[in-house]
């Protein structure tokens, strides 16, 4: 069975701190997808990533960054120089999209609270 | 592209009323996908359709749910019978086929059962 466990349930840290996001996942397939999203106080998921399981290259996008680990089954996110419009929930999530109709698997989440 | 669209975007029903929601897809999307988010929790999938064909549901899925998609254009999801269990907030997300191309989420809409 296909899980993802965000470890973290909370992270408060202060302005200009960085701060990294855990992923753990859990998938028999060797062709899946790893996802990430931010979701703000107002609802809407807000895509940030997408990596496929042959992609192991880190990836940096202004202050994201994202380290995909197969051998540890990690895919973790990290927010260099944090603002406070970093605040929101953050979603971990897997899909296979060739055995599973292309379903996301959400983690639990993690709510980011950046302090001013 | 005009972005998922979900109405409406709050509901507050009585127990024991029916609701029904909506969700307008990108249009090229073929798929499209209902998820429920609990407070505290990340969304838990539904079901899915590729065109107006219902290809998956999950167990979540009782028989109070139904879900429809005529004619491959826009969705409805109807709860029958509400209970306080059911309130959440209702997602709905497109894609073209699939993980490769990526989703596209709606805003949402929040159930609340009275």
């Known amino acids: 069975a296909q899980k993802v466990t965000q470890a973290q349930t909370e992270i408060s840290v202060v302005e200009k701190e960085d701060v990294t996001l855990d992923c753990v996942y859990e998938t028999r397939d060797t062709t899946y997808y790893l996802f990430w999203y931010k979701q703000p106080p107002s609802g809407e998921l807000v895509f940030l990533i997408r990596?496929?399981?042959?992609?192991?290259q880190n990836e940096i996008s202004g202050r994201y960054s994202w380290n995909f680990q197969k051998s540890t089954s990690s895919f973790n996110f990290t927010i260099t120089a944090s603002q406070v419009v970093d605040s929101a929930v953050y979603f971990c999530a897997l899909s296979d999209d060739y055995n599973q109709g292309g379903k996301l698997i959400f983690g639990q989440g993690t709510e980011l609270s950046v302090k001013p | 592209d005009t972005g998922v669209s979900q109405d409406p975007r709050h509901k507050i029903t009585k127990r024991g009323q029916n609701v029904t929601f909506r969700c307008d897809p990108i249009?090229?999307?073929?798929?499209l996908y209902w998820y429920r988010q609990t407070l505290g929790q990340g969304p838990e999938f539904l079901t899915y359709f590729q065109n107006e064909a219902q290809l998956e549901k999950s167990r979540l899925l009782s028989d109070r749910f139904s879900a429809e998609r005529p004619k491959g254009s826009f969705s409805t999801l109807e709860i029958q019978r509400t209970e306080q269990g059911d309130s959440a907030m209702y997602l709905c997300?497109?894609?073209?086929?699939?993980?490769?191309?990526?989703?596209?989420f709606g805003s949402g809409t929040r159930l609340t059962v009275v």
């Open positions: 990596r496929n399981s042959f992609d192991e």
């Open positions: 997300a497109s894609s073209r086929q699939g993980a490769h191309y990526g989703y596209t």
């Open positions: 249009s090229e999307h073929n798929r």
